[in-house]
């Protein structure tokens, strides 16, 4: 800031560095720190001084220097065409007014200009010193560019398997640092939707997708995949907007539509079809009605892209998306229509029958950058075993525990006892656990005791899948209530300590010593069973806090 100290003018000067900004403003009340021009000998000299005060800069010092320098020279050199008379004339107090006038009009017109020249110069600075901050962050990103292609082979957005779930934990670190500091950024740049190469772009949608299924099966952080999959879904669509002539929207079009616009980008369609079912798999494990219609639109439409495809992706879409959809709805029904409950669950049996025994082939880990796939057959494959024979051993559970019949019971048990046991058809997914990760060994264990608890309750006689459940899961002999607990104890060992099957463990085995608590005669016992219980409860609630997860407990239908 600089200020004249004439009386009737007053002028202020500010200087905004950082934003570049340059204010006059005449103010005749303000008291500012000024510098008087006439006080000096050379009023330039005051002004690069001050300069120098608010900008304290090397480049600034070295200039001022340089203008000092050249400016006493030129003085100097023009010295002797100055007369004595006339210095006399110019120092005189009659015209010392309007000197100091034609002074301040003319400091400000230099000030203006030095102060313009010296931060464009500055500026000019500026740039080259980002200019070399930018080279170093983009070797830094080049060094983590180079990765990617290890990143493409080794990372997976398989986590069911327990080689793949390894693989995946020692690369999380440089995955999410390449997808926030180098892709994001790409994808969050207007431009690059038409600059990025089609191969880059079916490349990082495919990190993407492994990096969201990663957080939605081992973090279980639902919200924070489902940010970075609609990210990656609406880029994908941009992407291909870009390139029509026409714009539209990709919410206002049929599934066939959307086919083939995607088809425009090889390899684009498969990629983005997984996404769609991913994200859908966000959706679903929520109370949130809105939620589920919007995963039920997604599945129809990864089903649909899916099918057309050949890809697992259309098959998954039923089995562990509409279907699992639909299940709830049927399950909700429970005490309200159990008729209409049982016709549903018996609908959703047949189903997962189905997709049991399907002989289809599917791809599954679809990779853009490779020539090669891999494929599935649903029916000769063990996880995708489990998974059907889960669903359809709960279902005939809640079967169980609607039937009134003994008769009808006994016949569902049954059936449960061949999903587990095996026949002349299948091994029995009780003999095949070990070829599974834990955590989904642990959500067999819960559905198997919650199952047995039904029977308990029901006074079903169980005996012969007891001993088979004793010896297979090689188990202590004890009573029926000590089995199940076994059972629950096996799920609870098999759970990490932030899962949601955890929480379930614990919720199994405080229902294991409620019911003990029934039987309990001393008050000690009593007393040392309503603890557990409490405790167990506080520990199960714990965990689905942590993971924003509503689960209703009042009764055994959690299944």
Same mark, same amino acid.
């Given at each position: 800031?600089?200020?004249?100290?004439?009386?009737?003018?007053?002028?202020?000067?500010?200087?905004?560095?950082?934003?570049?900004? *340059?204010?006059?403003?005449?103010?005749?009340?303000?008291?500012?720190?000024?510098?008087?021009?006439?006080?000096?000998?050379?009023?330039?000299?005051?002004?690069?001084?001050?300069?120098?005060?608010? *900008?304290?800069?090397?480049?600034?010092?070295?200039?001022?220097?340089?203008?000092?320098?050249?400016?006493?020279?030129?003085?100097?050199?023009?010295?002797?065409?100055? /007369?004595?008379?006339?210095?006399?004339?110019?120092?005189?107090?009659?015209?010392? +007014? #309007?000197?100091?006038?034609?002074?301040?009009?003319?400091?400000?017109?230099?000030?203006?200009?030095?102060?313009?020249?010296?931060?464009?110069? @500055? +500026?000019?600075?500026?740039?080259?010193?980002?200019?070399?901050?930018?080279?170093?962050?983009?070797?830094?990103?080049?060094?983590?560019?180079?990765?990617?292609?290890?990143?493409?082979?080794?990372?997976?957005?398989?986590?069911?398997?327990?080689?793949?779930?390894?693989?995946?934990?020692?690369?999380?670190?440089? $995955?999410?640092?390449?997808?926030?500091?180098?892709?994001?950024?790409?994808?969050?740049?207007?431009?690059?939707?038409?600059?990025?190469?089609?191969?880059?772009?079916?490349?990082?949608?495919?990190?993407?997708?492994?990096? #969201?299924?990663?957080?939605?099966?081992?973090?279980?952080?639902?919200?924070?995949?489902?940010?970075?999959?609609? +990210? /990656?879904?609406?880029?994908?669509?941009?992407?291909?907007?870009?390139?029509?002539?026409?714009?539209?929207?990709? #919410?206002?079009?049929?599934?066939?539509?959307?086919?083939?616009?995607? /088809?425009?980008?090889?390899?684009?369609?498969?990629?983005?079809?997984?996404?769609?079912?991913?994200?859908?798999?966000?959706?679903?494990?929520?109370?949130?009605?809105?939620?589920?219609?919007?995963?039920?639109?997604?599945?129809?439409?990864?089903?649909?892209?899916?099918?057309?495809?050949?890809?697992?992706?259309?098959?998954?879409?039923?089995?562990?998306?509409?279907?699992?959809?639909?299940?709830?709805?049927?399950?909700?029904?429970?005490?309200?229509?159990? &008729?209409?409950?049982?016709?549903?669950?018996?609908?959703?049996?047949?189903?997962?029958?189905?997709?049991?025994?399907?002989?289809?082939?599917?791809?599954?880990?679809?990779?853009?950058?490779?020539?090669?796939?891999?494929?599935? $057959?649903?029916?000769?494959?063990?996880?995708?075993?489990?998974? !059907?024979?889960?669903?359809? *051993?709960?279902?005939?559970?809640?079967?169980? #525990?609607?039937?009134?019949?003994?008769?009808?019971?006994?016949?569902?048990?049954?059936?449960?006892?061949?999903?587990?046991?095996?026949?002349?058809? /299948?091994?029995?997914?009780?003999?095949?656990?070990?070829?599974?990760?834990?955590?989904?060994?642990?959500?067999?264990?819960?559905?198997?005791?919650?199952?047995?608890?039904? !029977?308990?309750?029901?006074?079903?006689?169980?005996?012969? @899948?007891? &001993?088979?459940? *004793?010896?297979?899961?090689?188990?202590?002999?004890?009573?029926?209530?000590?089995?199940?607990?076994?059972?629950?104890?096996?799920?609870?060992?098999?759970?990490?300590?932030?899962?949601?099957?955890?929480?379930?463990?614990?919720?199994?085995?405080?229902?294991?010593?409620?019911?003990?608590?029934?039987?309990?005669?001393?008050?000690?016992?009593?007393?040392? @069973?309503?603890?557990?219980?409490?405790?167990?409860?506080?520990?199960?609630?714990?965990?689905?806090?942590?993971?924003?997860?509503?689960?209703?407990?009042?009764?055994?239908?959690?299944?």
């Amino acid at each position: 800031m600089a200020k004249s100290t004439d009386k009737n003018l007053n002028l202020n000067l500010f200087i905004d560095y950082p934003s570049k900004k *340059i204010q006059l403003i005449f103010d005749k009340n303000k008291a500012l720190q000024s510098i008087d021009f006439r006080n000096k000998s050379n009023y330039y000299f005051s002004v690069l001084k001050l300069l120098q005060t608010i *900008i304290d800069r090397a480049e600034l010092k070295k200039l001022s220097e340089e203008f000092k320098n050249d400016y006493e020279a030129i003085y100097h050199s023009n010295a002797e065409f100055i /007369s004595p008379g006339e210095q006399s004339q110019q120092l005189s107090e009659k015209n010392t +007014h #309007a000197v100091t006038r034609q002074y301040i009009v003319g400091a400000l017109i230099v000030i203006t200009g030095v102060i313009i020249f010296i931060l464009f110069y @500055l +500026h000019i600075n500026d740039i080259n010193t980002d200019t070399k901050i930018k080279d170093i962050g983009t070797n830094t990103n080049l060094e983590l560019e180079q990765k990617i292609d290890h990143i493409l082979k080794e990372f997976s957005a398989n986590n069911t398997n327990k080689e793949f779930l390894q693989k995946n934990q020692g690369w999380i670190k440089n $995955v999410q640092h390449i997808v926030d500091n180098i892709i994001f950024r790409k994808m969050d740049d207007p431009s690059n939707s038409k600059l990025i190469l089609p191969n880059e772009l079916t490349d990082s949608l495919y990190i993407i997708h492994a990096l #969201a299924s990663y957080y939605l099966y081992n973090e279980h952080d639902g919200a924070k995949g489902r940010e970075i999959l609609e +990210h /990656s879904k609406n880029f994908a669509e941009q992407y291909v907007i870009s390139r029509s002539k026409a714009k539209f929207n990709f #919410a206002q079009l049929s599934n066939e539509e959307i086919y083939t616009e995607l /088809s425009l980008i090889e390899n684009l369609p498969e990629i983005y079809t997984k996404i769609v079912y991913l994200l859908a798999r966000t959706y679903i494990y929520t109370q949130d009605k809105g939620f589920k219609d919007q995963a039920m639109r997604y599945f129809a439409l990864s089903k649909y892209l899916g099918n057309r495809l050949g890809l697992f992706a259309g098959y998954l879409s039923v089995r562990s998306g509409i279907a699992l959809i639909e299940g709830d709805k049927a399950i909700a029904l429970i005490g309200k229509d159990n &008729q209409e409950a049982k016709k549903k669950l018996q609908e959703l049996i047949t189903l997962y029958t189905q997709l049991e025994e399907d002989s289809n082939s599917y791809i599954i880990e679809y990779q853009p950058f490779s020539k090669t796939s891999k494929s599935v $057959v649903p029916k000769s494959d063990i996880y995708n075993q489990i998974e !059907c024979v889960n669903q359809i *051993i709960k279902y005939y559970g809640y079967l169980i #525990a609607i039937s009134s019949e003994k008769l009808i019971q006994q016949e569902y048990l049954s059936k449960i006892m061949i999903q587990l046991q095996g026949d002349t058809r /299948s091994l029995g997914i009780l003999n095949q656990v070990d070829h599974i990760t834990e955590k989904k060994a642990a959500s067999m264990y819960i559905t198997l005791g919650n199952i047995l608890l039904i !029977c308990y309750d029901q006074e079903l006689d169980f005996s012969p @899948l007891k &001993q088979d459940i *004793i010896k297979t899961l090689n188990l202590k002999l004890g009573n029926n209530l000590d089995m199940i607990k076994q059972i629950f104890e096996l799920a609870n060992n098999n759970s990490r300590s932030t899962e949601f099957t955890k929480a379930d463990s614990y919720e199994g085995l405080a229902q294991v010593y409620k019911r003990m608590l029934r039987t309990a005669i001393k008050q000690g016992q009593k007393k040392e @069973l309503l603890d557990k219980i409490n405790k167990l409860s506080d520990k199960r609630d714990k965990i689905n806090q942590l993971l924003n997860r509503k689960v209703n407990y009042k009764n055994i239908w959690s299944l």
